[in-house]
């Protein structure tokens, strides 16, 4: 049974810092990977997909990773601002259905 | 395109009642999913609908939840009876065919069990 896991689980930054949002799974036979947001009281905006054949996505200033073999992905926020104040959540598809980690929750100050 | 349309936006029952959700899936999209969300933890599947087929209800705790989905384009998920464990936001999710990875979510029914 796939199990993801993200960390750190909460992260406070001040504004302009690189970031790294980590996110493992237990079962590497994935087909994709994918990122999204989430805020307060909204539902999920996709951020990123990985295909199970890529190595990297890129999207402005967000880059995400992925190594199938290590059950890693590692999704990085260059030059932080408020506006990406937001939970984090990594998903994994096993087969069709999306698996989901339990999110990293981001407060960017000013 | 509008999105996935879901209602009500918020609901606040007493233990033991019943409730009902509402999903309208994007136009032409086939596979139709509903996810439950804890407060602090990541959305779990709970049923998954290929046109008004069930796909996957494994998750599903059938003694209280049902879910359908007739004529393969709206859907509805009922909690019968509620429990207080049940408070979460229900968010329902569509794709454009089977292992299609362009999934679209909807805003979510947030409901609190009291």
């Known amino acids: 049974k796939q199990e993801v896991t993200q960390i750190p689980a909460a992260l406070s930054v001040p504004e302009g810092e690189n970031l790294v949002l980590n996110c493992s799974f237990t079962?590497?036979?994935?087909?994709?990977l994918q990122w999204f947001r989430q805020d307060p009281g909204k539902g999920l905006t996709s951020l990123l997909l990985?295909?199970?054949?890529?190595r990297e996505q890129t999207s402005g200033r967000l880059n995400a990773s992925l190594d199938k073999s290590s059950g890693r992905s590692t999704l990085y926020i260059a030059a932080s601002q408020p506006g990406d104040s937001a939970t984090y959540l990594c998903a994994t598809y096993n087969t069709d259905k999306l698996i989901f980690g339990t999110g990293t929750r981001l407060q960017v100050f000013p | 395109e509008a999105g996935v349309a879901q209602s009500p936006r918020y609901k606040i029952i007493e233990k033991r009642q019943s409730v009902a959700f509402w999903c309208n899936p994007i136009s032409g999209h086939a596979t139709l999913y509903w996810y439950q969300q804890i407060l602090g933890q990541g959305p779990k599947l709970l049923i998954q609908f290929q046109n008004n087929g069930v796909v996957d209800d494994s998750q599903l705790p059938k003694d209280r939840f049902s879910a359908e989905r007739l004529k393969g384009v709206d859907s509805t998920l009922k909690i019968q009876p509620a429990k207080l464990e049940d408070s979460a936001v229900y968010l329902c999710?569509?794709?454009?065919?089977?292992?299609?990875?362009?999934?679209?979510f909807g805003s979510g029914t947030r409901l609190t069990v009291v």
């Open positions: 990985i295909q199970s054949s890529q």
């Open positions: 079962d590497s036979a994935i087909y994709n």
């Open positions: 999710a569509s794709a454009h065919t089977y292992r299609s990875y362009g999934y679209t």
